[in-house]
């Protein structure tokens, strides 16, 4: 099996995370060439003058011809789809990752590419509500986890070659099964972003008989709401694709906001300190594995 | 009329605010003397050996003999209740704000203090997850709206006393009616602790049958929960204080947090990515006045 530094590595879609990783897979040398695959081609004439790739291409075919590791990284229905025409054209021996943020739809389609190619599917937990390539930054996955989710054909190897490419660019492989990885996203991830809307929308509504609102928010609005500026199309991508652990943690927050409320509007002050107690203990006690960079509070 | 240089400013409550104010009255020597009143013999201790302060008791008589303003800095129901100690004892003139977080109740108990001293509420719309006279810093109040609230007989010369102060340390007054604040910062401010709370919940129940949720949760739940970890004697005043504009927001909150749960199990793309992309659009448009500290983005 190659190592890292031997390998062609070819990313599609020069968006915020692939365009951050080739930043990171050129400036520390850690592969042995760099492509980007991309339909814009003023992205490639971007990306090849600012020496993020080696190779730039709006052609699928030649983009992942002879590379050693494909990894799509584009909204979760455009990587199944994706999936689906790089089939037939995959050189024998390609592992296949992705960086989509819900696994089960994904691994599925990988499961249908031909047995000649390695699949493995990926998900890198950092971002930020800016997208696309100009909000790209070298050092992005730095002390992030990643999350790789083998299928069973998935050979040892290639989990071993996906990890060394993660803890490369610094961040930290954590390897489970897609469904309890959907499960698991759901909560921490796709639930603060539905809450986020919704406290917009909340904010918006107060707006249209009182605009001072929007002079007052400060930063307790500003953290809470800031995933509500994420891209719309990969949100809805993610939304469709784990609707079912989605929902079951809307329910339970639900649960837990209908206790709140419940809780206000009789008084009983013990039991409403007890249960913010609770969270904030909670909340007090969980460090994140990758620290806030400047970029992603600013706003 | 004095202006704030020729003033003795007491400041009573050293925790994040009150402490935080102090410095910044004290390093741009902004008024005659700044006096630190606080329970806490410890901190005492450590405001007068850190400068913060020109004079610093124990005792509330004392600290506000004399005094020309007298600022309250404690959690809403112990401003109320402190009013009614302070009442008999402040000294002919004596200008009394406060910076609670909620201005209704705290300005009916302002009004029934003696015709001869001179009440306005204030509330400056900035501070962080964590409490006390530790997490003090210089600096706090730069850019961030300070919300005051006259009374009807508060004169235009302590309106413009207060302003002044509140200019000094580069926050921008803004004046409004107490019940016209709670109702704007019941969205923008309790209602976010309340969602974090929640989510907090959520994900602690996650994590009881899966505590990898906790290692993946990254930068999306970090800034959504932010909050969730503020002093919950600090929250419990304030919701307590303004029960049903928090119980009108929570359900505005509730209304949009269904309907975008009704269209994602409807699986009605169209419909869930047009009200995605109306909040979207609000959050990424909406510029906050003050932008965020690094100790604040840190957790």
Redesign the interface.
């Known amino acids: 099996m190659k190592t890292l530094s031997e390998c062609s590595v070819a990313v599609i879609g020069l968006g915020l995370m692939g365009t951050s990783l080739c930043l990171d897979l050129k400036q520390r040398n850690l592969c042995r060439e760099v492509r980007g695959v991309t339909r814009n081609f003023t992205t490639i004439l971007r990306a090849f003058h600012e020496n993020a790739v080696d190779l730039a291409t709006t052609d699928l075919s030649s983009g992942v011809a002879g590379a050693d590791i494909v990894i799509l990284s584009t909204p979760v229905r455009a990587v199944v789809r994706m999936l689906e025409t790089l089939g037939p054209i995959l050189w024998p021996g390609t592992v296949v990752m992705d960086m989509g943020s819900t696994k089960a739809e994904i691994c599925a389609a990988m499961d249908r590419l031909p047995s000649t190619v390695q699949p493995i599917g990926g998900h890198p937990?950092?971002?930020?509500?800016t997208a696309g390539y100009a909000a790209a930054e070298s050092g992005l996955y730095e002390g992030?986890?990643w999350?790789l989710t083998p299928l069973p054909r998935t050979t040892a190897e290639t989990v071993s070659l996906a990890a060394e490419l993660a803890r490369a660019i610094g961040a930290i492989p954590?390897t489970?099964r897609p469904a309890?990885?959907d499960?698991?996203?759901a909560?921490?991830?796709h639930?603060?972003?539905?809450?986020?809307?919704?406290?917009?929308?909340?904010?918006?509504?107060?707006g249209k008989t009182?605009d001072?609102?929007?002079?007052?928010?400060?930063?307790?609005?500003?953290?809470?709401?800031?995933?509500?500026?994420?891209?719309?199309?990969m949100?809805?991508d993610i939304?469709?694709t784990n609707?079912d652990a989605?929902?079951s943690?809307?329910d339970?927050?639900?649960g837990?906001?209908l206790e709140?409320?419940t809780l206000?509007?009789q008084?009983d002050?013990d039991a409403?300190?007890s249960?913010?107690?609770?969270?904030?203990e909670?909340?007090?006690a969980?460090?994140?594995?990758?620290?806030?960079t400047?970029s992603?509070?600013?706003?």
């Not at 937990?125 to 509500?129: A, I, L, P, V, Y």
């Not at 500003?222 to 891209?231: K, L, N």
């Not at 969980?286 to 806030?292: F, H, Q, Y």
């Not at 992603?296 to 706003?299: D, L, S």
């Open positions: 937990m950092t971002g930020k509500e992030a986890p999350v954590i489970m309890r990885h499960r698991l996203v909560a921490i991830s639930l603060p972003f539905l809450l986020a809307s919704a406290l917009v929308h909340t904010v918006n509504d107060s009182d001072a609102v929007w002079e007052l928010a400060a930063g307790g609005f500003r953290d809470t709401s800031r995933v509500a500026a994420s891209d719309t199309q949100f809805l939304l469709v609707r989605v929902l943690q809307l339970t927050l639900n837990h906001l709140l409320r206000l509007a008084n002050e409403l300190q249960k913010l107690s609770c969270s904030q909670a909340r007090a969980w460090k994140p594995a990758k620290r806030g400047a992603q509070a600013k706003n």
